[in-house]
């Protein structure tokens, strides 16, 4: 199975900027697309981002168009968030995902495998 581990959260002040990191491993000739989702306190995991893993433009949710850019690396393995322009309303554990079959899915359960997570806090 693919595994996943992110990195770069951290806390921030508000406006600033922060490039999240998710590192894929095992078979991952198998990765369709990946994603990013993130998951405030007391609220339901809610899709960010995501890129097909052979290309193409990401998709984002609305309230990160403009200020969220996802790539992806496949000759690393990697996918990427930068964050700029950040929000206190940012704040959330973020995790990367890999779907083997959908395209560009903005929903949690047709995705395949998870990262652990990484901690973002914006302060204002």
């Known amino acids: 199975q693919v595994q996943l581990v992110e990195s770069g959260g951290g806390l921030v002040q508000a406006g600033g900027s922060l490039r999240l990191s998710c590192a894929a491993s095992?078979?991952?000739?198998?990765?369709?697309?990946m994603g990013w989702f993130r998951q405030a306190p007391g609220k339901e995991r809610e899709f960010v981002t995501a890129?097909?893993?052979?290309?193409?433009?990401?998709v984002y949710t609305d309230s990160v168009k403009g200020r969220f850019i996802m790539s992806r690396d496949n000759d690393k393995n990697m996918g990427y968030l930068q964050m700029n322009s950040l929000k206190p309303e940012d704040t959330a554990v973020y995790y990367c995902?890999?779907?083997?079959?959908?395209?560009?899915?903005?929903?949690?359960?047709?995705?395949?495998?998870w990262g652990q997570g990484t901690q973002v806090t914006v302060s204002s």
């Open positions: 995902a890999v779907s083997q079959n959908i395209v560009l899915s903005r929903t949690s359960s047709e995705y395949d495998y």
């Open positions: 095992g078979p991952t000739f198998t990765i369709y697309e």
């Open positions: 890129i097909r893993w052979s290309g193409g433009m990401p």
